[in-house]
């Protein structure tokens, strides 16, 4: 079903921004926190990769880091979810107790990755689906790297043209999810008065 398609990152003002990318022919949503989830699941049927944004201290990991936060979005209607598959250091759960607690609840799990490294943890994890999500920057080469293991491969972050979204499909990316370059109207606005800016010394 989202095999080339695009998925809308909805994080801020989600009921706007849901209905805009519902509007704009998005194939599906990204979406943090369960309540969001809900929201988002009373519009559309649109297949949704839900995450669960919290804070732990003394860890950098804070995308869906447990079961109980994989769990939340369950209950609210989630059937795709996502979390932190680093290596980094965590005070809950290991990946591969919150993907089984996922598989036990009748979900998928895609793996937030940021390096090759976190791939292979995560298929030894046990996770549906790869994400480029917290790679510091567009990678063509990394995306053909992940196609090369079999999952589909989930292409987020640093996507902020159409055209690098088709050199992502084309490095072998199952589907593509964008945030910030359709959903933050303030950077937007930011991007072309910056550009008119350095243009003209203003």
Avoid at 53 to 68: A, D, E, F, L, W
Avoid at 86 to 95: A, D, G, K, L, S
Avoid at 117 to 130: K, M, N, P, R
Avoid at 152 to 173: F, H, Q, R
Wanted: charged share 20%; proline share 4%; hydrophobic share 45%.
């Amino acid at each position: 079903m989202l095999k080339g398609q695009l998925i809308v990152s909805c994080q801020d003002y989600v009921e706007v921004m849901v209905e805009a990318a519902i509007r704009g022919g998005a194939a599906g949503l990204r979406i943090n926190n369960p309540v969001n989830v809900s929201l988002a699941l009373n519009k559309t049927e649109l297949p949704i990769v839900a995450c669960n944004k919290m804070r732990y201290p003394n860890s950098p990991v804070y995308i869906t880091p447990s079961i109980r936060a994989a769990l939340a979005l369950i209950k609210n209607g989630a059937t795709i979810v996502a979390l932190d598959c680093t290596q980094r250091h965590r005070v809950r759960e290991q990946p591969t107790e919150i993907i089984a607690a996922i598989h036990e609840n009748g979900a998928l799990a895609v793996a937030d990755l940021s390096c090759f490294q976190d791939a292979v943890y995560s298929i030894e994890a046990g996770a549906d689906i790869l994400a480029t999500t917290l790679t510091s920057k567009f990678d063509a080469d990394f995306i053909r790297l992940l196609s090369a293991f079999g999952l589909p491969v989930l292409a987020e972050g640093g996507i902020n043209t159409p055209e690098l979204a088709k050199v992502a499909i084309d490095a072998g990316a199952w589907a593509i999810c964008v945030g910030t370059a359709i959903t933050k109207p303030h950077l937007i606005t930011k991007n072309f008065k910056d550009a008119l800016s350095e243009q003209h010394g203003v």
